[in-house]
């Protein structure tokens, strides 16, 4: 069905009228399409509902999930043999198929990778379970850019290339994802040009001032820097070694050579 919205308001009174579970953890493992198409045609899931004329805290469902529980769903699941990937597990009407879902909130995971990774699949593991398509990479550059996360080119491939490789491939400029995700690219695009000298000399500066210099911290703290490295060094345990520091993992503070 090719939603509009006034389909949508519709769609939700009559849902509503029949005294139907509207919440969003509901609807987004029964009506993805009508989900999706509340958040791009009105900013947001809530909107649509409240533009619907239906107090929305009368239909919101009280957060149930837990970190430990979506884990222990996805080890189950693991072990079984089950399909992990997003495609598969949001066509599910099962436990595994609302965790999939609720992992996305902001205060669980934000992402589904991320909480793949949390229950023990490493990124080689991680990466054949997304198969990406436009409503997917939206998702995911809004999802990001939401959470204060680095959504310019250079930051997106060193952190998630598959992402970055299937914006690509589906809208032929990374910037053309970004305009259809309706995140200016000109407002996130990292204007400083990277060398291997300004790297070293911005990892040597970091250690000074006691920063975190673990491959994980850097990802998140200073993504443009770490995207820099993993271009130019190759890796960042290899950019952190140019700058002659070492890193012991466990340990908090780095040392020079």
């Not at 407002?187 to 060398?195: A, D, E, L, P, T």
């Not at 820097?225 to 908090?252: D, E, Q, W």
């Amino acid at each position: 069905m090719s939603w509009t919205k006034t389909t949508i308001v519709q769609e939700l009174k009559r849902l509503h009228r029949a005294r139907a579970d509207i919440s969003y953890n509901h609807m987004a493992s029964t009506a993805q399409s009508l989900v999706s198409a509340a958040a791009v045609q009105f900013g947001s899931y809530r909107k649509a509902v409240e533009l619907a004329g239906i107090d929305y805290l009368s239909v919101l469902r009280r957060p149930r999930w837990t970190r430990q529980a979506i884990i222990k769903l996805i080890k189950q699941a693991r072990r079984g043999g089950q399909d992990l990937n997003w495609g598969a597990v949001t066509k599910r009407r099962d436990e595994l198929g609302r965790a999939a879902f609720a992992a996305t909130q902001t205060r669980l995971f934000g992402r589904w990778d991320r909480a793949l990774q949390a229950a023990g699949l490493d990124a080689d593991d991680v990466s054949p379970y997304r198969r990406w398509n436009r409503e997917t990479i939206l998702f995911e550059l809004k999802s990001r850019h939401r959470d204060g996360q680095a959504v310019n080119s250079g930051a997106v491939q060193a952190d998630d290339q598959g992402l970055h490789a299937a914006a690509i491939r589906a809208f032929g400029k990374f910037d053309a994802a970004l305009t259809a995700a309706n995140i200016p690219p000109d407002s996130v695009r990292q204007r400083k040009s990277w060398s291997k000298p300004l790297v070293v000399s911005s990892l040597k500066a970091l250690k000074k001032s006691g920063a975190k210099l673990s491959d994980s911290a850097m990802r998140r703290s200073d993504p443009a820097l770490y995207g820099a490295s993993v271009r130019l060094f190759g890796t960042f345990p290899a950019a952190r070694k140019a700058a002659g520091i070492s890193f012991v993992p466990g340990r908090r503070t780095t040392k020079p050579v």
